[in-house]
């Protein structure tokens, strides 16, 4: 009996040692997929951290440019345009973000663009200066803001589909037309015959410096809309927001929501 018990405990030993085997294998298995895990998730941030920002110090390149009429903040970045007979473009931005800033003309409009833009990419600050004959076009369609003086012509169109600001100083125009579809400000300031301002989301679009004969001024979402009307004022509201003029126009209204229509002294 001694005998026979001592070779079950040997069995015993004996059938321990694949599980014993197998549980290493586990654990090995275990430990290399967290150390794999672990690489990837570094190597991830590493990437991440690498899209971040332009680093170095700030630099300045001049870019050979047409003369063109219009232009699209396309990134993100502050843009001033100046009038003058010859056209020219100077990009001021950190070193590392200069290789991945574009300035290309599309369709006539030239557009201000950053390569592998993905959203949680920091271009740092990037400044453009833009001379041109005329101007006809602006439009912001990422984030920034833009600023110009002595702009003239038959036709101003003006327009924000991203965020930020356009300000306009000395206009002169025959029509100008200014939009917000999402998010921002557009303050305008000058002469101009009729005037068609609208803003589809929320903003604000500031024209009461802005003399004009007639305008046409809508609001579908939320925001303010002020100017100064001599003539006729149109009025439409569909949503919540105001619009408060000064002068005194012939005015109609219509109001389909929350949302006024006053006039200021």
Sequence with gaps: MPGARSGLAGSDRDAGQPCARHEERDMARRTTTAAAAGAVGAGLVLGLAGCVGGGG?????????????????????????????????????????????????????????????????????VEYELVVSELERVVISGSGDVTASGVSGDRLQVGISGSGSIELDGVDAEQVQAAIDGSGGIELAGRTRSAALGIDGSGDIDAEDLRADEVDASIGGSGSIAVHAERRLAASIGGSGSVTYTGDPEVTSEVDGSGDVVRED
Excluded: C, K, N, Y
């Excluded at 110090?57 to 993100?76: C, K």
């Excluded at 020219?88 to 300035?103: D, N, W, Y």
């Design 57 to 125: 110090p700030t630099v300045s390149r001049d870019v050979e440019i047409e003369d063109v009429t219009a232009v699209e903040l396309a990134s993100s970045g502050d843009l001033t345009v100046r009038r003058g007979d010859t056209p020219s473009l100077t990009v001021r931005a950190p070193e590392g973000t200069q290789v991945r800033l574009v300035s290309e003309v599309r369709d006539g409009v030239l557009v201000l663009d950053a390569r592998g833009s993905f959203g949680f990419q920091d271009l740092g600050d």
